[in-house]
């Protein structure tokens, strides 16, 4: 019983704005979204349970999402905190937001250790695969050692792909962190 506790798992969602960090969870879950939750910090909590077919477990994802707070320096240290794993969310076809996760590291490092951390790639729909790309795959697998990520997917929340996949991976590697 005292399981169920265990399977709880608390995620950040961070990046730049309008890398897509919103919209992908709207994609992702749509069974509950409750919006400013609390007024103060102007955070959105998405909850969603999935079940890892791998370990045939259930658990219940609790998703924060800054909710266009990402600037105001004061309310971030709170949003990490007792986070189980971080989704570092950068758009390809902005360069700069993928350097500037480095950041949003060594901010999350100075609160909290997570289980786990993944490193999406967001809006692969907008990537002209024949020319040459803003970042490149091999640019995103260099960044996630530098993130210590355990792995990097390229999604697309409006074509929702690669969502579901990058939630199950990271609940998967949380759940082998923790137990
Ligand atoms: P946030 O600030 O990181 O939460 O970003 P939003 O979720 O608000 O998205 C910013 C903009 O990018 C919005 O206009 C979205 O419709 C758009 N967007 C988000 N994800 C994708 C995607 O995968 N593909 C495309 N083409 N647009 C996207
Ligand atoms: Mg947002």
Known sequence: MSHHLDRLYKICIVGD??????????????????????????TNLFIKRITIPEINTRVTL???????????FAVRPNFYAGAHGILYTFDLTRFYSLINLKKWKDEIDRVVKPFASILIGNKTDLIDHDRTRPVSKEEGRKAKEDLNACCYIETSAKENIGIDKAFFRVAKEIFKSKH
């Open 17 to 42: 704005g309008a890398v897509g960090k919103t919209t992908i969870l709207h994609q992702y879950v749509d069974d509950k979204f409750v919006e400013d939750t609390k007024v103060t910090i102007g």
């Open 62 to 72: 609790q998703i924060w999402d800054l909710g266009g707070q990402e600037r105001f």
